[in-house]
């Protein structure tokens, strides 16, 4: 019987390492508009985000929002957007892509309380959807199409 990563690397898809946390999260490494960032992985976000703090760190143009967030504890926090950035995950990478700023303190305060890495964002559904996503649960690996 093939496995998994063979049928899905036949299909086109690059596989990408996954880390699993101690609060239950998987973490993965990504790179926006050429720098290396530490998000979570979250299918249950509609979209991928970066916190406030990180702006600087990727070269992203703020602009405001209407939007207002909600998720992991919090509701109605400010949003900014930023359009058109470069995300490289492995192998992976589109570009123009939409991000959702908004403060992550929050998050990143749980994490640090339960002896994690703090991250500079989360990547989302949206993401994982341009990416035709499918994540390997017992092998910790994300596949994305190239």
């Known amino acids: 019987m093939e496995l998994l990563q063979e049928f899905l690397e036949k299909k086109g898809y690059t596989k990408v390492k996954l880390h699993f946390t101690k609060t239950n999260h998987f973490e993965i490494k990504a790179t926006i508009n050429g720098k290396k960032g530490l998000f979570i992985l979250d299918t249950g976000a509609s979209n991928s985000c970066v916190g406030f703090e990180s702006v600087e760190t990727f070269n992203l143009i703020a602009e405001d929002s ?16 930023s359009r058109k950035n470069k995300l490289k995950i492995g192998k992976w990478q589109h570009n123009k892509v939409v991000l959702v700023l908004f403060n992550l303190t929050h998050v990143n305060m749980a994490l640090t309380n339960h002896n994690s890495k703090p991250v500079d964002g989360i990547i ?7 990416g035709k996503a ?3 649960y017992e092998k910790k690996y994300l596949y994305l199409k190239l």
């Open 66 to 81: 209407l939007i207002k967030a909600a998720g992991a504890g919090a509701i109605d926090m400010e949003t900014k957007t």
């Open 134 to 136: 499918i994540i390997d």
């Open 124 to 130: 989302g559904a949206d993401i994982l959807k341009k």
